[in-house]
């Protein structure tokens, strides 16, 4: 039996540009292309129609198609990867296994529990930076330990970049945006007659009609990024959450148009890194708020203002609009997020985790590490947090980013007439109930942590 290494797809699906899959074709063996849909994951989605399951089989049946273009396939299969890696044992004489790494919890025990495994049968396993531009330990502090602190996180960041520039001109980039060129090694892939591919409904699932974003961008939305991005009613950010969650596109290329076109789209990508190093480096934050002392607060968590805030139905128009056009597209404007993240958690007193859990369900681009330090910057409970005294006004938020009422008309189509709700909760009352919960619950906290 032919000895061969295997490159195992995850959240990196494309030939092009891929770290991992380029060092395994550069290896002397041949490569058998692997795609596992992994049953851990799919078995906790509530949704039996979940879009971004329709959009991962689609993708993985171009990328099977793109492998059989060149006399290869794709070895799909649909499983617990602990269960799933001893038949390809049996099946292939297997040297190495390459991937990219995954930095969830979930996914860095997976990963651990099969490279033990492969040991067992004298397997390598190798894993490679592809999700992120730096990750890890590649940006810390001076003494060698990780930022907390958005801000000079940043700076150390894109010095980090300047101090490895190459090109020149109009061609000047970072070494760390440097392409993987995959296709010159094409010819190494394993040789392979088309191979089955699961269906939807074999893993119990049915195709969605949500429409999935492009992974093109116009210039255009790039280089007026920093204008437009606050207006949820322009169609002015580029909707790629969804291709570089699941690695449809590379991180290192947008990066480098970034760099070249905009400083504020670039900032909005060091956020995914910054926010990846933090679930490394303090895994605690996927169940727990970074600060300890946050677990103290006092959370109403009442389910009837809770099913208000997923329905869209809190008599707040930006508020509501945001929920629906989630609950319809399963895409919300950023500045959207804020406002709503922080009406659930500040007006109404409700465990950010219950929002940060209806987020994930919903959102296309969910992304963990983000989703999560968004939800807990709004609670003011995360790493570089908004301070609890900072509460979202959502008419003066309406009034500021969607003056005319573009994208609250659209989406709350009742909106100024009898049949569109009263406000769920009084602004100025619910802000100073929030104040002082977590004044007082900070105060015990200070306390009891001394």
Not at 202 to 207: A, G, I, L, P
Not at 391 to 416: A, C, L, T
Request: net charge negative; aromatic share 14%.
């Amino acid at each position: 039996m032919q000895k061969v290494n295997i490159f195992w797809f995850r959240r990196d699906l494309r030939l092009q540009d891929n770290a991992g899959l380029f060092h395994a074709l550069k290896s002397s063996k041949k490569v058998v292309p692997l795609f596992i849909f992994d049953k851990s994951i799919l078995d906790a989605l509530k949704d039996r129609s979940d879009a971004r399951v329709t959009f991962l089989h689609d993708t993985i049946s171009d990328l099977k198609s793109q492998l059989e273009g060149q006399g290869s396939s794709l070895v799909v299969r649909y499983g617990h990867p602990l269960e799933v890696f001893p038949d390809l044992i049996q099946e292939f004489d297997i040297d190495h296994v390459f991937t990219n790494r995954d930095y969830e919890p979930y996914a860095k025990e997976r990963d651990t529990a099969v490279r033990e495994l492969l040991a067992q049968h004298q397997i390598g396993f190798q894993d490679f930076k592809d999700h992120v531009i730096f990750d890890r330990d590649e940006v810390v502090k001076g003494d060698g330990t990780p930022y907390v602190v958005f801000t000079p996180y940043s700076r150390t960041w894109r010095s980090k970049l300047e101090e490895h520039m190459v090109g020149h001109g109009d061609e000047r980039h970072s070494y760390y945006f440097q392409s993987y060129p995959n296709e010159e090694y094409a010819a190494n892939y394993f040789d392979s007659a088309p191979l089955p591919l699961i269906s939807l409904e074999e893993m119990d699932f049915t195709r969605s009609s949500i429409p999935i974003p492009s992974a093109t961008v116009t210039r255009k939305i790039i280089r007026e990024y920093d204008e437009k991005r606050d207006y949820p009613a322009m169609d002015a950010t580029s909707r790629l959450g969804i291709h570089f969650r699941f690695g449809t596109i590379s991180i290192r290329e947008k990066a480098r148009h970034a760099q070249r076109l905009n400083a504020t789209y670039l900032t909005e990508l060091i956020w995914r890194d910054f926010y990846s190093q933090i679930l490394h480096h303090f895994p605690h934050v996927a169940e727990e708020p970074f600060r300890k002392k946050y677990d103290f607060i006092p959370w109403r968590n009442n389910e009837a203002e809770y099913e208000a805030w997923k329905k869209g139905e809190t008599g707040y128009p930006i508020v509501d609009a945001g929920m629906r056009q989630l609950n319809e597209t399963g895409y919300m404007h950023n500045r959207v997020r804020m406002i709503v993240a922080s009406f659930l958690t500040k007006h109404l007193l409700i465990d950010w985790r219950w929002g940060e859990a209806y987020f994930a369900e919903k959102l296309l681009d969910f992304d963990l590490a983000s989703n999560n330090g968004g939800w807990q910057w709004a609670a003011g409970c995360g790493t570089d947090a908004a301070p609890y005294f900072r509460i979202f006004n959502p008419e003066s938020q309406m009034k500021k980013f969607d003056g005319k009422k573009d994208y609250v008309r659209h989406w709350v189509p009742e909106f100024g007439t009898h049949d569109y709700p009263a406000p769920i909760v009084d602004h100025k009352m619910a802000r100073q109930r929030c104040l002082d919960a977590y004044k007082a619950s900070l105060a015990h906290a200070d306390e009891v942590l001394v």
